[in-house]
Nanobody, 123 residues
Framework: QVQLVESGGGLVQPGGSLRLSCAAS????????MGWYRQAPGKQREVVATVDNGDSTVYTDPVKGRFTISRDNFKNTVYLQMNNLKPEDTAVYYC?????????????????WGQGTQVTVSS
């Protein structure tokens, strides 16, 4: 019914940049919140950034001033522009979407996860 597809991960040197994209497809009525989480080896998954339907954004402290989250509601897509990347940013990045979806005659609020994309920052 609903699918989140991520792209944009890869290998980059410290100080470099990457842009992640996450496109939601399916019978989507509206978006409540979309965001990015990450999980490094041996660590818990943590929220990186979120953007709500009023374009309010929230960032975790380690990425403030370096990462920018944005969305395109017409495309049901969220982006994460990552600048000045550091080795400690290395993780699998997961897209998360809190959506209102259409299921037959019903509108339901559901949370979906992307498949994850690897970001590796290394010299």
């Amino acid at each position: 019914q609903v699918q989140l597809v991520e792209s944009g991960g890869g290998l980059v040197q410290p100080g470099g940049s990457l842009r992640l994209s996450c496109a939601a497809s399916g019978s989507i009525s509206s978006i409540n919140v979309m965001g990015w989480y990450r999980q490094a080896p041996g660590k818990q998954r943590e929220v990186v950034a979120t953007v709500d339907n009023g374009d309010s954004t929230v960032y975790t402290d380690p990425v403030k001033g370096r990462f920018t989250i944005s969305r395109d509601n017409f495309k049901n897509t969220v982006y994460l522009q990552m600048n000045n990347l550091k080795p400690e940013d290395t993780a699998v990045y997961y897209c998360n979407a809190d959506l209102n979806v259409n299921v037959g005659p019903l509108r339901l609020r559901r949370v979906y996860w992307g498949q994850g994309t690897q970001v590796t920052v290394s010299s």
